[in-house]
């Protein structure tokens, strides 16, 4: 089963890198991207495609980082309070335990 799902990884793999280069065959005519206030100097579509998902990538990750923490945090508080109800439910147990006759 473990190299079935290696296999699959790794055809997929393989299926991203080659679209991936024919994206980039098919799309090599330079141009310049004016952004208002600045010009950038003529380079391949593709890579400023690419540079535009590598941004939306990264700028989503900081997005998402905020509520990542805040459930983390609230995890952590959870499984705190968690550990504390165990350890009382044990002593309730001890405690009950040594009531008995």
């Known amino acids: 089963m473990r190299w079935l799902k290696g296999l ?3 055809i997929i793999l393989l299926a991203v890198l080659l679209i ?9 005519q330079a141009l310049p991207l004016n952004l ?18 590598a941004v939306g990538v990264l700028l989503g990750m900081l997005a998402m980082s ?8 609230l995890l952590t508080r959870a499984q705190r ?7 009382e439910l044990d002593r309730l147990r001890v ?3 040594k009531e008995l006759p």
């Open 8 to 10: 699959i990884l790794a």
């Open 20 to 28: 991936g280069i024919l994206f980039a065959v098919n799309n090599q």
């Open 36 to 53: 208002i206030w600045i010009e950038l100097p003529a380079v391949s579509l593709s890579v400023w495609l690419l540079a535009a998902l």
């Open 66 to 73: 905020g509520v990542y923490l805040r459930l983390r945090t």
């Open 81 to 87: 309070h968690n550990q504390q109800q165990r350890k």
């Open 95 to 97: 405690q009950e335990m």
